[in-house]
């Protein structure tokens, strides 16, 4: 399993010494310790860097560049190839896909997440050159984009950590990073966030996979759709159409598309909705106006059966507005 210390992709960290006031925020931002404070910053373990930028971000004064690698090999170059998606379950995908975008009037596409198990062949999708937040990999995928990340194609530690592909860090398990993110009032409130979350075993996935769903290139774990809050509602009434269940979502704030989007959706069965989190609305284009859901691909013929149903008349009415007295 490639993993930050094991992999030919590698980074470069630049500090500016001219610009650079010694404050010492990139070291104690820096999620993996790659730096340490000798007569100012050095990057003294830069074999260890992530790409995710935290330091970059946190300098006040602009000081530090981080340069990826000019060309990444390929990770497990000879891993077995998997069969391609069986054509019944494409043409299924494909159905799902233009109705939710159909009769919602989605603008982006609904995205196949798939996480392929440690040891598992892996899909025939292309890995990015640099590495990137998995919800950067999300937002690209509604986009039309299609990506299978290893761990080392993943910029944030939280998120690679929680979906199982390395460790956790040390600043993130402990809730230091948190705090200095002024993200929670204490670390004990940060621990107790951390605690909360579910997290997969690590190392037990080697890659995540997003795609179109109208694209998909391997079976499909979660659905998830990026839309309008009135969009999400009546996906949400979809899924209760044929039993007037109401739901009990779990959102945050924090670790919204690897937790929140995908990993709940997973592990309990049932759908979850997500507002964003601060990592997705600072380093992807996801519009203020938007949030998300996770569908786990188990309920999606419920789902997209009761959007048919709903399609018929409660949702054109609504749209236009019936019940609205004339002015």
């Known amino acids: 399993m490639a993993s930050s210390d094991d992999t030919n992709v590698g980074y470069k960290v630049h500090i500016d010494r001219a610009l650079c006031t010694s404050c010492?925020?990139?070291e104690a931002f820096c999620p993996v310790n790659v730096f340490e404070m000798n007569d100012g910053p050095q990057a003294v373990r830069p074999e260890d860097c992530w790409g995710c930028e935290t330091c970059a971000g946190q300098c006040p004064v602009h000081a530090i560049r981080i340069e990826a690698s000019?060309?990444?090999k390929a990770a497990f170059e000879e891993r077995e190839v998997a069969a391609p998606l069986d054509p019944e379950i494409k043409a299924r995908y494909r159905e799902w896909a233009q109705v939710l975008t159909d009769v919602?009037?989605?603008r982006w596409h609904p995205v196949a997440i798939s996480l392929v198990k440690a040891g598992d062949p892996l899909p025939d999708v292309p890995m990015p050159e640099e590495r990137l937040r998995f919800c950067q990999s999300l937002m690209a995928a509604r986009r039309g984009r299609s990506l299978m990340m290893p761990a080392n194609r993943h910029a944030c530690p939280d998120g690679t950590s929680i979906l199982g592909l390395t460790p956790m860090p040390e600043k993130l398990a402990s809730g230091e990073l948190y705090i200095l993110f002024h993200k929670l009032d204490s670390v004990e409130a940060a621990k107790r966030m951390v605690h909360e979350r579910p997290c997969l075993p690590p190392r037990t996935v080697d890659a995540t996979v997003v795609t179109p769903l109208s694209d998909a290139a391997c079976e499909a774990e979660v659905v998830a759709i990026v839309a309008q809050p009135e969009q999400i509602m009546w996906l949400s009434m979809a899924t209760s159409y044929y039993t007037g269940h109401r739901h009990d979502f779990h959102a945050s704030g924090y670790n919204a598309q690897c937790v929140e989007t995908t990993l709940l959706p997973m592990t309990t069965g049932e759908i979850n909705?997500?507002?964003?989190?601060?990592?997705c609305r600072a380093s992807s284009d996801v519009g203020d106006d938007?949030?998300?859901?996770g569908i786990p691909v188990s309920l999606m013929p419920q789902v997209v059966k009761g959007l048919k149903e709903l399609g018929k008349k409660a949702i054109p009415q609504s749209r236009d507005k019936i019940y609205l007295p004339p002015f």
């Open 290 to 293: 938007c949030m998300m859901m």
């Open 104 to 106: 919602l009037g989605l």
């Open 273 to 279: 909705i997500s507002f964003g989190c601060y990592g």
């Open 24 to 26: 010492g925020l990139c």
């Open 70 to 72: 000019p060309a990444a």
